[in-house]
């Protein structure tokens, strides 16, 4: 190769001449060439602009733009509210940035990893939204066994946050997909140890608790940087329609169980105050009469005692009067008359001895007709008068 010794170059300048070449579509000053690559001359006339020249002269000032908009588009970043940075250098973790408008070294130097700390993520189990509020089942994560060897489909619905970006980042290799296999091992644990009624019936609530317990323990000892927020069981079923509805019956007969236990409920809570309150009254009435009859056991026994002190003072007066007592209780109404066998009548009513008025009425009511002598004898008449 021989080198025209009016224009001395390099081999580095002529290839960066002929890429200028290229690139503006003309020529650059270089060596004269040969008959056979000659183009053929133009006609007499005023010579074209050397665009060429140009293009090279500017080429700099190109460059100087290009390595502007690169640092410009390598070295700020934002970070959003919700959101924080990780900034790394040569790939070694350097610090944690927070929202705002941040300046780092131009990339490959410093890298900014941004992660979304503040805001809610979630994690589907059995199932995958497709967008529109439906969704599609995954039976091979939602299909479980029970405690009593039934097999349920049931939905977990799961809640979470970046705690910590330094630890999710470089603390495990992937924790979201760490975070569903703790939660899959989570829940088949403790649907395990559940029978099937509590699965789709009232143990629900209790199932969420334990598994979101169970869930957190995971988490805090695989030390992931991520925080479990809540854990819901979205939906549980049978797996075939037929068992179902078979459970539906169920469920429908242990309503009107509960419904039928509800209404004897209200009838006995009715119907217990009142017969509380007649138990009451009852035993009420009862305490009066036992404290009556023991009054008036007492008063009979103070009444005897009395009579037998009057006995003892007096025997014959005190045998008549109970005599004439006793005929009083065996003879109501009636008027009894008394004749010694004299030619005088006398009325002896049997009604209390201080009554005026009764002995009056006795002494003007005419004498019976006279008696045989004999010893006194004792005749009963009707009358209207009452001996009480």
């Known amino acids: 190769m021989n080198i025209s010794p009016a224009a001395p170059r390099s081999i580095w300048q002529l290839g960066w001449s002929r890429w200028l070449q290229n690139l503006s579509g003309s020529r650059a000053s270089g060596p004269v060439p040969g008959p056979a690559d000659r183009q053929p001359q133009k006609k007499a006339g005023r010579p074209g602009p050397r665009r060429g020249l140009k293009l090279q002269r500017y080429w700099p000032a190109l460059l100087g733009i290009v390595v502007l908009l690169w640092l410009a588009f390598t070295s700020f970043y934002t970070v959003k509210e919700y959101e924080q940075a990780v900034l790394m250098t040569f790939g070694k973790y350097t610090r944690t940035v927070s929202a705002g408008l941040h300046w780092k070294l131009p990339w490959p130097l410093q890298e900014a990893s941004i992660l979304p700390v503040n805001r809610t993520q979630k994690i589907e189990l059995g199932y995958v939204s497709t967008g529109d509020q439906s969704y599609e089942s995954l039976p091979d994560d939602s299909l479980m066994i029970t ?63 334990d598994v979101l317990s169970l869930l957190m323990d995971k988490v805090e000892k695989g030390d992931l940087g991520i925080q ?26 242990k309503q009107q169980k ?69 005929l009083q209780q065996l003879l109501p109404g009636v008027t009894v008359y008394l004749d010694d066998g004299s030619s005088v009548q006398t009325l002896l009513p049997l009604t209390p001895w201080d009554s005026d008025n009764q002995a009056g009425s006795a002494a003007t009511l005419p004498s019976p007709s006279p008696a045989p002598s004999q010893s006194p004898e004792l005749s009963q008449e009707a009358s209207g008068q009452t001996l009480d």
Not at 229 to 253: C, G, M, Q, W, Y
Not at 293 to 302: K, L, T, V
């Open 147 to 209: 405690g009593d060897m039934n097999v349920v489909s049931i939905d977990f619905f799961v809640e979470w946050k970046i705690s910590d970006p330094y630890k999710y980042l470089f603390q495990s290799a992937e924790p979201d997909q760490i975070l569903r296999s703790m939660l899959q091992s989570s829940v088949r644990s403790v649907v395990g140890t559940r029978s099937i009624d509590d699965v789709l019936t009232t143990g629900k609530i209790q199932i969420q608790s």
């Open 228 to 253: 479990v927020l809540d854990v819901k069981v979205n939906d549980s079923e049978p797996p075939t329609d037929d068992i179902a509805r078979a459970f539906r019956e169920v469920e429908n007969a």
């Open 258 to 326: 509960d419904t039928l236990i509800n209404e004897a409920q209200a009838y006995r809570n009715s119907k217990l105050p009142e017969a509380r309150s007649e138990a009451d009254r009852i035993l009420r009435q009862a305490e009066a009469e036992k404290i009556s009859r023991i009054n008036e056991a007492e008063g009979e026994r103070e009444q005897f005692l009395a009579v037998y002190e009057q006995y003892q003072t007096a025997s014959d007066l005190t045998r008549r009067r109970l005599y004439l007592d006793t």
